[in-house]
Structure formats: structure tokens, C-alpha cells
């Protein structure tokens, strides 16, 4: 089934074993602009797990967008000797790896010292996310850039680096260039689409001049930027054209979205609620205008996909940078028959895209050893096999169950309900949000697998955790939602959780007060509205989702809009009385006043059950307490407690 997802393939003089590449992303896993242990663990992790080719995150080639806190910068030689050491690393276990050039051009926000630092670009067209007005660069100093360039990509081939990519997509620099709304200058680098593409050609034949022919030199692009002042598709076809008859390049990388607004934004890290293998149409026009192999990324996720992609010929290569963060192992899973066991990334975004914007290491909820390979890397087996009682089945529960199962423990999981999930079946259940299910489908796939005998609808008493005689109880029973101590009369009150898991209906004008700013919130707020409600979300931060990462708040955002949802920040909730809900401005202190409301949906701070606490009266065993039943917090850290417990026992 998957045949022609392993068949080798070659980008240039590299041969590569299988069709499957890890494509460039941010990692904060190096140290003010280097390579270190961790980034080579890291990239080890996936090239033993038998992807084909690694490409490295961007690496930032000129001062004046260094950021080393942030990007690899391959604008000095001290870069070579840990590039080196990681392509090694790499290259034993089979898998090449390429190195990505980058200048963000006006998409800059950081700087060393917290001022705002100057922006560069073609000229001062001003961008919409970062709302920032750039500098023209002097013709001068775009020669300059062009050298940067060229001097980096030497120093990748001086690493023995297998290849360098240009990463002339997203409403970076290159495409700043290349667009004609962002590239408004007279001299030779603008007006006519030859000069506006001067800049990536002069930056593509002094590359190549610098890593001579046996090293591979490929581009990425964007076909879509999905955005307002877009640079047409057909500009961007010609340009590939044009490059690939100079004849100089040996790919093209596909990919969407753009770093200049924020609708193009959410495509450049496509969360779930955009459909997977979004890109692989754009992939298959280009694939049919140019004669060098074309590489495609984009919310592929499934095996099934990425083969469908390559046997229908719409591309050479299925990039997958989620997919394998969340499970390393993907291609030996595909090709060792257990494709099944694979743990599908649900594009939540949460500890990948989330960390990475908050400049800490990436890392997944679903798989914690992500991005942390030297620390919690191996799981091992236990000096000792004990008995271990797991109570609660969300993903705290399941992933200690896990995890202490395979280290060859004998382990219990009791569910109370005939369910496990927890709250992710709540978070699933939203319109939109099914795909959410698989944290759930892939624990369950863990714990069968690891053989931990599961009881749902199970209810403990203390006789019968004496009959199971446990070394060890963990207790992982989650949180209740409970009601803000606020006065209410007149108007019905129901929390979110209950409407969501359908035990209550609410009237038809619906008032949110939303303390969490999380999914629950924007959720319920949809599923409502679908419904016919009339909605009105009132959040208790600067934002309606401003706990949840950027961009699945912005894309939710978008949504709610479209539906007619209104919304209204900085509202703390105080009291409702015959038909009006009263709030407070958080930072003005006025009251806002809501009339018309039939109910009120409260999104209020949920709390730790403590509803197994009859168990500390006992004793003969230890009990450990993880998730939200210490605290509530998100799946990500129920996830990662759950795997820190299990590996320690
Ligand atoms: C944390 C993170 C950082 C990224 N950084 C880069 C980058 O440095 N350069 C780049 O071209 N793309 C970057 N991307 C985009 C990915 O290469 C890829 O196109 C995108 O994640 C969609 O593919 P996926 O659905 O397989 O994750 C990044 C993606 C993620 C998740
Ligand atoms: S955190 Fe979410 S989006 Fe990121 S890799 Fe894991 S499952 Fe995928």
C-alpha cells in the first residue's frame, strides 16, 4: 500500500531512500545561533526513525536579521563545526540533511535588546502583522544580502551539508521582492517581473557558484500566499520557470500562506481547521511547469495521504514537520507494517507552533520526549515489576498507564465512565474539532500496545483496591467545572461543559462569560451560534482565546466573526438579574451591561476533583496525584505528567 512512498528518489547528486521529508522548522533548540546536543538529538530522533531527508530550520545569513536567540545563523563561520557534527550524526542512521537560508525582510518584531530594531526590505510598504515600516535597503546593500546569502550557503557546503534550500516563500524577503505591492523600487532589482526576480536569481547562481555541482540546491515557494496583495500564482509559476531553465536549481519546495498578514499567516502553520494536504493541488500545477522534482508540506499527516500524493504524481516528496514531531517513528512505522501505531499530529498547534512563538523548544502534547530527546528520551524498563493502579482515563491517566506498562509494570487503568478521553472528548465534540479525538485514539493505541488492562465504567471502592493490591495508586481523575461565586436570579446559569456534552440546551439569547480565554469559550461560542443562537462572548482577557496559541485563536476568531458571534474583551462577570448579565471592564471598571439574555454559559476556572481523597485513609501503597487533578491546567502537561510519573516508577 505504501510501495511508492519508500522507493527511493534523488533531489540533485543526493539519493534519498524513501519519499518522505522532515521540512524546515523552527526549533529553539539551538543556543545563541549554534548547533547544539540537543538540536543534533533532536534531528537524530527523526533520521533513526527512517525519514529520507532532513531539512533544518532557517538560518538567518545577514546582521541585520541575526536573532540568535531565535534562528541558527549561518552568517559566520562558527556555525560549521556543529552543522558538521549533526549532518554526521544524521548521515550514519541514513538520512541527509539540507540547510534553509532566510532573511524575514519587514516580518521583524524581535530584536537583542527589547527596542524595536530597523526592518530591511525592497521598499516601505508597511506589513499588516507586524505592523512595522521597513527601510529600503540601498541598491548597495541588496548586493550585499545577495552575498550574505552565497558566503552562508558556502558555509553549509563547508559543513558537508547535503544541500541548501532558499526559502524564498511566505512573504519573506525573496517574496517581498518578488511581489509587486511590496516592491515598488526603480533600480534594477524592480518593475518588470525579471528584475523584481533578480534579487532570488543572483542569490540562487552565486550559491550554486559557492557549493559547486555535487551539493544539492533547492527553493521553497509559494504558490497561494493566501492573502490580500498576494503575488499572483501565474507571477510565480513564470519565476519558477524561468529558474528552472537557468538550470541551476535541483527542487522546488511547495508550500502556502504568508508571514505578511494574519489571515496568510494561519496557513504558513495550518491548524486543524484547514484540511489536510491543503497544498498538493498547487504542488501538482507546478509539478506540471517545471522539469526538476517538486517537494509538497502541508497538514499531511496520514500515510495514506502521503502516498495517495506520490502515486497520483502530484509531487516527488510529502514533507511532514508536525507529523513527525509528534511521532519520530513514523516512516519505520510505515515501513514495518505498523502504520496503525502511528501517532497521528492532531494540528492543534499547541506545543510545537506555541512553544516555538514563545522561543522555547518545540515539543508535542501528545509525545513529551519531543524536543526533550537528552532528557526524557527513553522510556527503559524498571529494576522491579510492581502492580500499579491508574484511577481516571483522560490523558494524564492513559499516558502514565503507558509509559509505566512498558517498563514492564503490571498496570490497571479504571475509568469511571464508559469513555476514556476525559475532556478531550468534550474538546472534540466542538464543531470543527473532531480531528481532536485522535489524543485519545492514539493513547488508546498506547495502552493496548503496551498491554494495561483497562475497566471502564468502574467505580473503586476501598475493598476494591485492596483486592487489586496496588505498590502504587495514581490518581488521575481530572477537574469538575464549578460556577463563579457571583449573584444570579432571573436568568438561567449553565456551564460550558454541560452544553457542550449536550445535557443542556441553553435559551436562545446566550450571554458567554468567559473567565478561561481557552477552547471552551470560542467553542461553545460556535456551537451555538451553528445552532441559531444568538451569542454574545464576553472574555476575560485582552482576547477571546488568549489562552490557547495564536494561531488557532486568530483562525477561531475569524470564524466567530463570519457568524455573527459579538465579542467583547476584558470582562470579568458579576452578576446577572431578571433577563440582564452585568460585567465589569477589567482595566476601565465600567459596568457592561448585556439585556436580553436568557442564559448565561459560563466558561468559569474549572477544579482538581477530589473526589478519590478516601484513598490516603488507606494504606500499603503510594499514591501519586497528575493532570488536573492536582490542578487544571491543559492536555499538554496531563500528558507530560503522565509520561514523567510512568517513566520514574
Ligand atoms: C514549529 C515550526 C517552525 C517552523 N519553521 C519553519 C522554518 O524555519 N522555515 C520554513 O520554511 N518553514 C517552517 N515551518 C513550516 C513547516 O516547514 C511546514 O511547512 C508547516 O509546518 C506545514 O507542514 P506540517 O503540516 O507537516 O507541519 C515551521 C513549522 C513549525 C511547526
Ligand atoms: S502539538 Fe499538536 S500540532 Fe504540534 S505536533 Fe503535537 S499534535 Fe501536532
Known sequence: MFESLLQPVELGKTRLRN???NPPHGTTLGHQGMVTDDLIAYHLARARGGVGLIIMESMTVHPSYGFEQAFLYAGSDRIIDGLNRLVQSCRAEGTPVFGQLFHAGRGVRLSHDGSRPLSYSASDVPDERYRVVPVPMPNEMVWEMIESYAAAAGRLADADLDGVEILASMGYLIAQFLNPT???REDEFGGSLDNRMRFLREVIDRSRDRIGPDKTLGIRVTLDEKTENALPEGDMIAVCQALDADGKLDYFSVISGSSATPGGWIHVFPPMAVTPGFVVDDAARLKQSVSKPVLVAGRINQPQLAAQIIDAGSADMV???RALIADPEFVNK??????????????CNQACVGHR?????VSCIQNPPSGRERSIGSIGRASKTQTILVIGGGPAGMKAAAVAAERGHRVQ???ISGRLGGQVNLAEALPGRAEFGGVTTNLQRELQNAGVDIQLNSELDAEAVRRIDPQHVIIAIGARPRQPEVEVEGVEMVDAWAVIGGQTVPGNNVVIADWSCDWSGLGVAEKLARDGHHVRLLSGGS????????????????VLHGLGVEMTPFARFYGALDGSAYFQHMTGGEAIVCEAVDSIVTCFAPQASRACDWLERLDGFAISRIGDAVAPRTVEEAVLEGFRLGRKL
Open 19 to 21: 519519499r518522505i521529508f
Open 319 to 321: 514533507g511532514m514537520a
Open 182 to 184: 511590496s516592491n515598488r
Open 543 to 558: 482576547v477571546a482565546g488568549e489562552s490557547i496559541q495564536a494561531i488557532v485563536r486568530d483562525q477561531w476568531i475569524g
Open 413 to 415: 487503568l479504571h475509568e
Open 334 to 347: 510505515v515501513e514495518n507494517g505498523r502504520a496503525e501505531d502511528i501517532r497521528a499530529c492532531v494540528g
Open 357 to 361: 512563538l514563545a522561543h522555547f523548544p
